[in-house]
């Protein structure tokens, strides 16, 4: 979700007044998604490198989000959505790490769609995280080396048992995936559209999911 800042900027306000714009399209989203044959939506929220912006906005960013859990929780519930969270827990404020544990357990029995929320994420801190895992039950013969298949490691990133990503869209025309779950897309399709996200409106949205539907996907394979 890309261009919140930039949104905000091109109309004179401050970048957080972008990040409030952007949530009101998560909400439209994550409203939508059901209901396109879209079981499993995720969002990257905030990565492990935001913490390099000014320390306003990192604090309204999670003054936002703590707000959204908060007033969405009840909405959630009663729609059906699981949600979980991936990425690094520890370092986030106590309360929203309390929040975010609370809203995986409300939620624990949906199933209509599973939203998962990348809350600290990066990718390339995911897998290390996975493989020191990994490596402390190799130490203690858990496991053998021999015995680390690609299956092994997926089961140990955050998004263990969840499907990988099909399709990613990020907004605002950047071509970059900054760290987007990179062992699990391996072989997503892509879309990078213009918009910002404050302006990804649900027609657009619509239109992507449905334009995605018309792609051959070989997965290396040729086509049969
Ligand atoms: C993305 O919008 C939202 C978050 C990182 C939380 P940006 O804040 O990156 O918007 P631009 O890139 O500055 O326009
Ligand atoms: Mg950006």
Known sequence: MDGNGRWA???GLPRLAGHKAGAERVR???ELTPSLGVEYLTLFAFSTENWMRSRGEVN??????????????ATLVRNGVRVRF?????RLEPDIQRQMQGLEE????NSKLHL????????RDEI???MKRIAAKVKTGEIMPDDITQDVVSAHL???GLPDPDLIIRTSGELRTSGFLPWQSAYAEYVFPETLWPDFVPGEYVDIINSFGTRERRFGAVAG
């Not at 991936?86 to 520890?90: A, L, P, V």
């Open 60 to 73: 309204g960013l999670m003054m936002l989000f703590k707000h959204y859990m908060k007033s969405e929780a």
């Open 9 to 11: 900027t091109r109309r």
């Open 86 to 90: 991936i990425g690094e827990r520890s």
């Open 28 to 30: 439209d989203v994550v």
């Open 158 to 160: 955050d998004t263990a």
């Open 106 to 109: 409300q939620t624990s029995n």
């Open 116 to 123: 998962t929320l990348a809350l600290n994420y990066g990718g």
């Open 128 to 130: 290390t995280r996975a």
